[in-house]
């Protein structure tokens, strides 16, 4: 087992001070019903990968408290109906968790080391999710990824990152998948990525989209050395909005030849280079998908968008685990 290392955010000192806001579920995962977790169960608190295992596997409605640094050995499987929530900022799972076929879970303030060939979270099939306040890197594969059917999720306050620029597959994160064959995934995976800093050591997937639709805003990007930030295709919608693009390659870039759709506004670019592709991209359909929707993005939700200027210094001081939210 390769030995935990812990790494945090350097937060540079602010000329005024920052009021991080409450966590309060929105985006994408409080539409159509909303995600409650385990909200209303009594909390458990887990110490041990047996006992997180455990309460994540079980039946019901749960709130699971990490409290230490927890080396699960692979992945953690949950239900659905689950709460699970870092006691502080200190809260550390080594590997991953693994969601499949579930629905209303929220996953929040903790960082995530993943060890082995893991992803850090794997949402299959599954909708009504919420990842808040989360640190994780160093995923083999991807460090959030989103696929098969999922729905109605939003990640919000998160840092992805590497620790290493020598790794070989450093992806953050992917919603839907491949480029056209996947025609099941249509009218689903709508996500909502806020208040994320795409930090360092990333190639690409910041994420990537296919088939749904994500509304990209206020995000942090300074992963330099990367392919591209933001990709889109094969039916897909994204809405990027008032995000602080930093030193980085493609900030938003259409792959493969599938329609899609991108829109962009209030968005800020220092010392980018290459493409920042918008509106009806493509040349075709996919044979028997003719008719396949790649509308603009209109979120069926309440936001309120930060001024992209202030976007570094706040997703700084707020963004990963914290002592209380």
Same mark, same amino acid.
């Given at each position: 087992?390769?030995?935990?290392?812990?790494?945090?955010?350097?937060?540079?000192?602010?000329?005024?001070?920052?009021?991080?806001?409450?966590?309060?579920?929105?985006?994408?995962?409080?539409?159509?019903?909303?995600?409650?977790?385990?909200?209303?169960?009594?909390?458990?608190?887990?110490?041990?990968?047996?006992?997180?295992?455990?309460?994540?596997?079980?039946?019901?409605?749960?709130?699971?408290?990490?409290?230490?640094?927890?080396?699960?050995?692979?992945?953690?499987?949950?239900?659905?109906?689950?709460?699970?929530?870092?006691?502080?900022?200190?809260?550390?799972?080594?590997?991953?968790?693994?969601?499949?076929?579930?629905?209303?879970?929220?996953?929040?303030?903790?960082?995530?080391?993943?060890?082995?060939?893991?992803?850090?979270?794997?949402?299959?099939?599954?909708?009504? #999710?919420?990842?808040?306040?989360?640190?994780?890197?160093?995923?083999?594969?991807?460090?959030?990824?989103?696929?098969?059917?999922?729905?109605?999720?939003? #990640?919000?306050?998160?840092?992805?990152?590497?620790?290493?620029?020598?790794?070989?597959?450093?992806?953050?994160?992917?919603?839907?998948?491949?480029?056209?064959?996947?025609? @099941?995934?249509?009218?689903?995976?709508?996500?909502?990525?806020?208040?994320?800093?795409? @930090?360092?050591?990333?190639?690409?997937?910041?994420?990537?989209?296919?088939?749904?639709?994500?509304?990209?805003?206020?995000?942090?990007?300074?992963?330099?050395?990367?392919?591209?930030?933001?990709?889109?295709?094969?039916?897909?919608?994204?809405?990027?909005?008032?995000?602080?693009?930093?030193?980085?390659?493609?900030?938003?870039?259409?792959?493969?030849?599938?329609?899609?759709?991108?829109?962009?506004?209030?968005?800020?670019?220092?010392?980018?280079?290459?493409?920042?592709?918008?509106?009806?991209?493509?040349?075709?359909?996919?044979?028997?998908? @003719?008719?396949?929707?790649?509308?603009?993005?209109?979120?069926?939700?309440?936001?309120?968008?930060?001024?992209?200027?202030?976007?570094?210094?706040?997703?700084?001081?707020?963004?990963?685990?914290?002592?209380?939210?």
């Amino acid at each position: 087992m390769k030995k935990p290392q812990f790494f945090f955010a350097i937060v540079p000192s602010f000329t005024l001070a920052i009021t991080c806001p409450d966590s309060v579920v929105d985006g994408f995962a409080s539409a159509a019903g909303g995600t409650t977790g385990g909200a209303n169960s009594v909390a458990v608190t887990v110490t041990t990968a047996t006992d997180l295992k455990s309460a994540a596997a079980a039946l019901g409605a749960g709130t699971i408290i990490v409290d230490g640094i927890i080396e699960v050995n692979g992945t953690v499987s949950v239900q659905s109906n689950k709460t699970i929530r870092g006691a502080n900022a200190n809260a550390t799972i080594i590997g991953g968790f693994d969601l499949r076929d579930v629905s209303n879970v929220i996953i929040q303030n903790l960082n995530i080391q993943v060890v082995g060939a893991v992803d850090g979270i794997a949402s299959r099939n599954s909708s009504h #999710v919420w990842y808040d306040h989360l640190n994780i890197w160093d995923a083999s594969d991807g460090l959030l990824d989103i696929t098969i059917q999922s729905d109605y999720q939003t #990640v919000s306050w998160c840092r992805f990152w590497y620790s290493n620029s020598s790794l070989k597959h450093r992806l953050a994160s992917l919603v839907g998948s491949g480029g056209g064959d996947h025609p @099941e995934d249509e009218g689903k995976l709508r996500v909502t990525y806020h208040h994320n800093w795409w @930090e360092k050591n990333i190639q690409e997937r910041m994420p990537r989209l296919m088939y749904g639709e994500a509304h990209i805003y206020n995000n942090y990007y300074t992963s330099s050395g990367n392919n591209y930030a933001v990709g889109f295709g094969s039916y897909g919608s994204v809405s990027i909005q008032n995000n602080y693009f930093k030193g980085i390659k493609d900030s938003h870039k259409f792959l493969y030849d599938v329609y899609a759709y991108a829109s962009d506004s209030g968005n800020v670019y220092e010392n980018t280079t290459g493409l920042r592709d918008t509106g009806k991209k493509g040349s075709k359909d996919v044979a028997g998908q @003719e008719g396949f929707k790649y509308d603009p993005v209109s979120p069926p939700y309440p936001f309120t968008l930060d001024a992209a200027s202030d976007i570094p210094e706040l997703v700084q001081a707020c963004v990963g685990p914290r002592t209380t939210l």
